[in-house]
Nanobody, 125 residues
């Protein structure tokens, strides 16, 4: 079993920044690719960013490229999402997820093994 706990969400104005954290425990963190997804009210959960086990390769949805940065610290069992230039359309609950099956490549949410409980991000206009 793996436990994922997100933190760092909150209310921010348009153009502001937030840094989300996801702390993992239970299984060897460095053996999982990690990702961030988000879900806005009335919408399906969507992919935001993914990082491989080593942290070398990263994938981003086009809507966040150039504004968001995913990173990880395997010594601290934590993955981060630095969000800059936030827009109202970034408002959502943000979830981190762990994938112990695959490393390289990008996969649908159904492929992930574990999920956190989510943290709310609200961007006011």
């Amino acid at each position: 079993q793996v436990q994922l706990v997100e933190s760092g969400g909150g209310l921010v104005q348009t153009g502001g920044s937030l840094r989300l954290s996801c702390a993992a425990s239970g299984r060897t963190f460095s053996m999982s690719a990690m990702a961030w997804f988000r879900q806005a009210p009335g919408k399906e959960r969507e992919f935001v960013a993914r990082i491989t086990r080593s942290g070398i390769t990263k994938y981003y949805d086009d809507s966040v490229k150039g504004r968001f940065t995913i990173s990880r610290d395997n010594a601290k069992n934590t993955v981060y999402l630095q969000m800059n230039s936030l827009k109202p359309e970034d408002t959502a609950v943000y979830y981190c997820a762990a994938d112990f099956k695959y490393d390289l490549g990008n996969y649908a949410s159904t492929q992930y093994d574990y999920w956190g409980q989510g943290t709310q991000v609200t961007v006011s206009s």
